[in-house]
């Protein structure tokens, strides 16, 4: 068992988190889309497995880097 | 004294109150809690903040945009582009205010919102649309499938409250339909509150070509010729050219006539970009969208035509006489080149890069350089607004002169603080292709490694 950080791409916002902390997700599937600049930006689950943690609150600012899931595969 | 508020912010509100100071009028800006030092604030006579940062709550804000119109005795409100300049409720208000409005009417800017209507409206002039469907339920697979099939691979699924390049996606086969239809109905739901979708043929070798037109209102339009529109990345614009290049007579003389045939219907009123698509194979040309605003590469034509499309468009809503420019033969000198200069990179999907601008060098106009931007050293690109921070425009004697004056300017940029697409943008600027005018609407796809190859 592993776990996985997923960070944010972009300086922005948490506009909608798309899945709940205990979910399993596929690889490739929508986790977040964060919002900035007029432009939607989603974030995939980079491996299949179990989101463990979600480190934001949907709405908040995020910052480029900042820890957003830790996925359990 | 003639007084006009500007409803927007950016190289677009400091464009717009130049030329309304060049001609008398005394200006207002409005601005939110992130602009209050911005450029647009400085330059305007008189400001008012509006709301917090998110434009939902400031530049949206049409209540309170129209209120400090009013209070500070303005006459004219002008929307620059995006923002509220294409919404029919805000254009609607203004007028019910008592205030001169810088567009078109509300019920023109209502239809050709309506991607579905606006291209009723097309048809009905005679202008060719590519084939397409009615909107259509994204739940609705069987339909979906017989329409594609209907209209053939590659298409587009297309949001019909989209525009501006914003709600669209290409299907590639049959099986990635369904997916992407829900997909842009969706996305379509959230950003314009309508989740209506219909599908159009997607041309691959494709050129986007637009004319920019001007009506009065009563039946008469004028163009000011046409924009190169090709090098894309995401459906949105970062290098425009005027005129197009290479168009065959009789094709440039057709798509003309049409996208003023199409304004003409409608007695359109006020600067408008009629925008196409033009199949490289067989030369044929067919109805995107009409733009009922100024638009960002408006300075193209400015450069080569010699005209103020900002003064045009405040006559217009002063109600000026105007009729002796429906014969004037306008003459048309050279050719003119922008490039969009983004806070973003490139190599990374083209990710927005909000951050400080500590070292921020443009190099200086000329009469045959022209830099529009809204920032300055020191500024902070924030990251709730377009990342656009400049356009540099450029005109020649022809398009090889215009690449090499740009490919010059280009070198003398110096952003620090952020990341920008200028890297890329001399990358295009010096690939083959583009230099022969060998490009269509999927020259950044197609070229992508070669283009980032070098960057970071």
């Given at each position: 068992m592993a776990e996985i950080k997923v960070h944010s791409d972009v300086t922005g916002t948490a506009w909608k988190i798309v899945v709940s902390e205990g979910q399993t997700v596929e690889e490739g599937d929508e986790l977040i889309i964060a919002e900035a600049m007029k432009m939607e930006i989603p974030h995939v689950a980079p491996e299949s497995g179990i989101v463990k943690k979600i480190c934001i609150e949907e709405g908040a600012s995020i910052s480029e880097d900042d820890l957003l899931f830790i996925i359990e595969t | 004294m003639k007084k006009a508020l500007i409803a927007n912010r950016g190289e677009i509100a400091c464009r717009i109150i130049r030329t309304c100071k060049a001609l008398g009028y005394s200006t207002v800006a409005v601005y939110s809690e992130a602009d209050k030092s911005a450029l647009h604030v400085k330059m305007a006579d008189e400001s008012y903040l509006i709301g917090p940062p998110p434009v939902n709550q400031s530049y949206l804000n049409s209540d309170i945009i129209i209120e400090k119109a009013i209070l500070s005795g303005a006459s004219l409100i002008h929307p620059g582009y995006g923002l509220l300049s294409e919404n029919a409720l805000f254009a609607q208000k203004v007028e019910a205010a008592g205030l001169l409005w810088v567009g078109p009417s509300s019920a023109t800017i209502e239809l050709m919102a309506d991607k579905g209507k606006a291209r009723s409206v097309a048809i009905e002039a005679g202008v060719p649309v590519l084939p397409g469907s009615l909107p259509i339920d994204p739940n609705n697979t069987p339909l979906l499938l017989e329409s594609a099939t209907h209209i053939g691979l590659p298409l587009l699924v297309k949001a019909t409250g989209g525009g501006g390049g914003i709600g669209m996606q290409v299907a590639e086969s049959l099986e990635d339909l369904p997916k992407i239809a829900k997909s842009v109905s969706s996305l379509a739901e959230r950003t314009f509150g309508n989740n209506e979708i219909f599908l159009e043929r997607y041309i691959a070798n494709a050129r986007h070509i637009e004319v920019q037109v001007f009506g009065l209102g009563n039946g008469s339009v004028f163009h000011l010729l046409h924009r190169e529109c090709s090098i894309q990345r995401r459906f949105q614009k970062i290098i425009e050219e005027a005129p197009a290049p290479n168009l065959p007579k009789g094709t440039e003389r057709m798509m003309v006539q049409a996208a003023c045939e199409l304004a003409k219907s409608q007695h359109y009123a006020g600067a408008g970009t009629v925008e196409f698509v033009l199949d490289r194979n067989t030369n044929e040309f067919f109805f995107l969208?009409?733009?009922?605003?100024?638009?960002?590469?408006?300075?193209?034509?400015?450069?080569?035509?010699?005209?103020?499309?900002?003064?045009?468009?405040?006559?217009?809503?002063?109600?000026?006489?105007?009729?002796?420019?429906?014969?004037?033969?306008?003459?048309?000198?050279?050719?003119?080149?922008?490039?969009?200069?983004?806070?973003?990179?490139?190599?990374?999907r083209f990710l927005p890069s909000p951050g400080p601008l500590t070292r921020f060098r443009l190099p200086a106009p000329t009469q045959n350089i022209r830099i529009d931007t809204g920032f300055k050293e020191g500024d902070i690109i924030t990251p709730f607004y377009d990342p656009m921070i400049a356009k540099l425009v450029v005109a020649a004697a022809n398009r090889d002169e215009a690449v090499k004056l740009m490919r010059t300017i280009l070198d003398q940029v110096e952003v620090e603080g952020i990341s920008t697409n200028l890297e890329f943008l001399i990358e295009i600027l010096d690939n083959a292709d583009f230099l022969s005018g060998n490009i269509n609407t999927r020259f950044i796809d197609t070229n992508i490694e070669r283009l980032t190859s070098s960057q970071t």
């Open positions: - | 969208e009409m733009n009922t605003r100024i638009q960002v590469e408006h300075p193209v034509t400015e450069m080569i035509s010699n005209q103020d499309i900002v003064a045009l468009q405040l006559s217009l809503s002063e109600k000026q006489d105007m009729n002796h420019l429906i014969d004037h033969d306008f003459e048309y000198n050279g050719h003119s080149l922008e490039c969009r200069l983004y806070a973003e990179k490139p190599k990374r």
